[in-house]
Every structure is written in C-alpha cells, then in structure tokens.
C-alpha cells in the first residue's frame, strides 16, 4: 500500500517570500502524484499533478512541483506567495495504470502567509 | 448552478438520530466519493461509486450507508453514529476512469454528533 508524509504540518512565511511545502511518499508500484489545496470553509481543488512525462509539474496560481524518483519526493514550490495561498495543502498519491480509485492523502501542511 | 453541491452546509444530530447527506454534481461526470475528513488526520475515502455502482468501501462502519441513485447524486445515509464520526464530509465527482482523473470537490458538511 501506498503512503504520504508531509513533514510540516504548519509553514508560515512572509508575503513576496518563496515557499517550498515538501512531500514524501511510499510506494513499491510507479505512481501518480497530486498537489490539492482547501481554501477556509471550501472543499479541495487540484493544484497540479504529475502522471508522467516531464518531472517538473506547473499548477494554477504560480505553484509548481518537481517529481523526484530516487528520493519519492513531490515538493510544492511557488517563488513568491501572496495574501491569498493562505490555505492548507495536501499531497496525495495513487497507483498508476492500475485503474484504482484509492486516492491516499498526507496529513496536510498550513501555509500562512504573514503581510 | 454549476461544480459540486453538498446539503446541508452543517448538521447536528443526537447518537440515535437518523439523518442525510446529499451530493450533487452538475459536470457531467461518472464517478462520485465520499470523504472524511477530521482535525489532524489524513482525509479519509470511504466510498466511491462509478456508474451508480460501488466500486470501492474502505471498511467503513455499518452505520454508514450510501446511496448512489444516479450519476448526478449521492447520498451518505447517518443512523447511531457515535461522537467520534464528527467531522467534516466531503463528497467529490471526476470522470470515472481511476483516480488520476482530477477529482472536483464539494465544501462539505460539517457533522457533529452529540
């Protein structure tokens, strides 16, 4: 089975300032990886993902990922956070190819961005 | 109105209550989940229905059961929950080829069970 591991459950960073929301997951099979975001009082909504093909993933709202194999990592970045990415990340992976619906999420990592 | 709807927006029942969840998706697509989502934990799949049948159950307790009358809704029906079912449940729809698809979620329904 596969896991997620966000290793920070809170970031707070200064406005103007790059952000880097790290991800690290755990798998035997290839996999899938997505990035959601939960604005307050709203459901989730996809970031970005990686399904294959170039290793560095970009997203809406300036955010991008790296895929690194040799390390199971996904790291979120994003060069300049604004007022606005206040909000609370997940990482999550599935089994790719497989047709599966399980969809495993991290824990979840605050961001807070401070004028 | 357009993306995924959830009613009601927040609920309290009693532990020998019997209550619903309803989900509604207007974009046309064929698959539809159930989350749990509570204070420090993983979000939680519990169900996922894909062309009204149940594709997948992730050991979910007995006390929860969901409908899936159509494509366009689901249902999460509540009866003797216990205080540790308060959370909030969020219901989500995609195009129903696995879970690469990009999965679109509703706002949720803030449940709290006394």
């Known amino acids: 089975a596969q896991s997620v591991t966000q290793l920070d459950s809170q970031v707070p960073v200064f406005e103007e300032a790059p952000v880097e929301l790290r991800c690290n997951y755990s798998s035997s099979v290839s996999v899938y990886l997505f990035w959601y975001v939960q604005y307050p009082n709203q459901g989730l909504q996809l970031l970005l993902k990686?399904?294959?093909?170039?290793?560095l993933v970009k997203g809406i709202n300036g955010f991008e990922a790296e895929f690194n194999k040799s390390q199971t990592s996904f790291h979120l970045r994003k060069p300049s956070v604004h007022i606005s990415d206040t909000a609370e990340y997940f990482c999550a992976v599935t089994i790719s190819g497989a047709g599966s619906y399980q969809l495993t999420f991290g824990k979840g990592t605050k961001l807070s961005v401070i004028p | 109105e357009t993306g995924v709807t959830q009613t009601p927006r927040h609920l309290v029942m009693g532990m020998t209550n019997k209550k619903s969840l309803k989900c509604e998706q207007h974009l046309g697509h064929n698959a539809m989940y159930w989350y749990k989502q509570s204070a420090k934990k993983p979000l939680e799949l519990m169900f996922v229905y894909s062309l009204e049948e149940r594709v997948e159950n992730n050991s979910v307790p007995s006390r929860f059961s969901p409908e899936c009358p159509n494509s366009s809704h689901l249902f999460l029906h509540l009866h003797t929950l216990q205080p540790e079912d308060s959370a909030l449940y969020l219901c989500?729809?995609?195009?129903?080829?696995?879970?690469?698809?990009?999965?679109?979620f509703g706002p949720g329904t803030r449940l709290l069970v006394l």
């Open positions: 990686y399904l294959s093909g170039s290793t």
């Open positions: 989500a729809s995609s195009s129903g080829q696995g879970a690469q698809e990009t999965q679109y």
